[in-house]
């Protein structure tokens, strides 16, 4: 009869505690809850306004860049668009981001990206004129510089 009052009362000091525990581990995954939130909110706020825009006009005459820099430096995460005027319609691929894009005589086009890889990609021809082909000479580097 003793041991069994005894076990009882174990038992019953244990559903205590974990009654106890309940609303303590409940309170405090509430707590997590609003600190994940809070994060996530900050982080939200800054894509949309802390990337740094970057816009380079590239001008084509007779298959090449005008000018003497062949070379558009930027960072890691910028948000990057880069203005293509040509004298001929043509296919550019931009290397490591594998983005091909065609270019026209008549109007400007604009390439759009986040500059999320670092490293150093050439910008070449995949044809003018709507003539098939892979230029090996880069018309243009575009390096992406770590964070
Ligand atoms: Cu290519």
Do not use: C
Not at 14 to 21: F, G, Q, S
Not at 41 to 67: A, R, Y
Request: glycine letters at 4%.
């Amino acid at each position: 009869m003793i041991r069994l009052t005894l076990h009882f009362n174990v038992l019953l000091i244990t559903i205590l505690l974990a009654l106890l525990t309940i609303p303590l581990t409940l309170a405090s995954h509430e707590k997590k809850n609003d600190e994940i939130n809070n994060k996530q909110n900050i982080n939200n706020n800054s894509d949309s306004n802390s990337l740094t825009q970057k816009i380079f006009n590239i001008e084509i005459k007779q298959q090449k860049v005008v000018g003497k820099s062949k070379t558009i430096r930027i960072t890691q995460g910028d948000n990057v668009s880069i203005i293509w005027q040509s004298d001929e319609a043509a296919k550019l691929h931009l290397h490591g981001y594998d983005i091909e894009f065609d270019i026209s005589a008549s109007e400007a086009k604009t390439l759009h990206f986040i500059a999320t890889a670092s490293g150093r990609f050439a910008i070449t021809s995949h044809g003018f004129s709507n003539k098939i082909g892979h230029g090996h000479e880069a018309l243009l580097y575009l390096e992406v510089y770590p964070d």
